[in-house]
């Protein structure tokens, strides 16, 4: 049988930890480096109902993009969120183990994955890793062909995950789109990165109101570009789901399943 340190060398293989941001969280917070699994299931959040589902689905080990603890707790108590979660896990005699940043910018990574969704080819990371430039924060290439912003929109939305966020856009809808630039999760710190790649749009996430207003009347200034594509946290690290539950599947003798839930906090949303 594969234990879970074994899992946690094979995670650590293809998304080195020394690629993790100095503020990150990264590896095994809950559980028994030499238990025994069978079964991994593979989310980004690890939230209660994603708990449950490992629970539903039989798994002894669950790998999350996103940290449980990625802040100092002082109690682990069931009267907290953090606290309820680590209680249920080891309970059900389920181990934690969480990739972050590492994942990002490693080669076939959370970027890697969100731009071969997009359809984006050659991807090159947009701000490389010292000494290894094949790896990094977001990824920048092509896209088969010319597109406009629009069209290039809608393709996004149709493949990944929808979310009641949706896919919001600035930028002229009729505007033609050939390079990409992309950085799942939180990108509004490489707003000025991006500006300086050429790319034609930028797709990322939580994209917060004065960033991204200076972005657009500098892009006024010049030609428009780059456009702004702004999607849910969610739905921009999804596809490395299933990038990391393959590489386990064909490294380790476990089944991997990938989480069905989608764990964006947000659950309506009215007007237009």
């Known amino acids: 049988m594969t234990t879970v340190a074994e899992i946690a060398e094979i995670m650590e293989s293809r998304f080195p930890p020394a690629l993790a941001e100095d503020w990150d969280v990264n590896g095994l917070s809950v559980g028994d480096p030499g238990a025994e699994v069978s079964r991994v ?12 589902e490992a629970i539903e689905v039989g798994a002894q080990l669950l790998v999350t ?4 603890m990625l802040r100092g707790v002082t109690g682990v108590a069931t009267t907290s969120t953090k606290g309820a979660v680590v209680h249920r896990l080891i309970s059900h005699g389920i181990a934690l183990y969480n990739a972050h940043t590492n994942a990002d910018a490693a080669a076939g990574g959370v970027c890697d994955a969100l731009a071969e ?10 701000v490389p890793s010292a000494g290894d430039a094949a790896q990094g924060t977001g990824r920048i290439g092509m896209l088969p ?21 949706g896919v919001r856009v600035a930028g002229d809808p009729d505007g033609l789109v050939t390079t990409v630039a992309v950085v799942g999760g939180s990108g509004d710190s490489f707003l000025d990165t ?5 790319a034609d749009a930028y797709v990322t996430a939580d994209l917060r109101h004065h960033p991204a207003s200076d972005a657009r009347e500098l892009a006024a200034l010049g030609d428009g570009r780059p456009y702004l594509i702004d999607v849910s946290h969610y739905a921009s690290e999804w596809a490395w789901l299933t990038a990391a539950a393959e590489h386990v599947a064909d490294a380790a003798a476990v089944d991997a399943v990938v989480s069905t839930l989608n764990t964006d906090p947000w659950t309506a949303r009215y007007g237009a």
């Open 41 to 52: 299931l593979f989310a980004v959040d690890p939230t209660l109902a994603v708990i449950d």
């Open 65 to 68: 993009h996103h940290p449980l």
């Open 194 to 198: 991006v500006r300086h790649s050429g």
């Open 117 to 126: 969704a997009l359809g984006i080819s050659s991807p090159m990371p947009l």
């Open 145 to 165: 062909g010319p597109t406009t912003l629009a069209e290039f929109a809608q393709h996004v939305a149709e493949v990944l995950p929808a979310t009641h966020h």
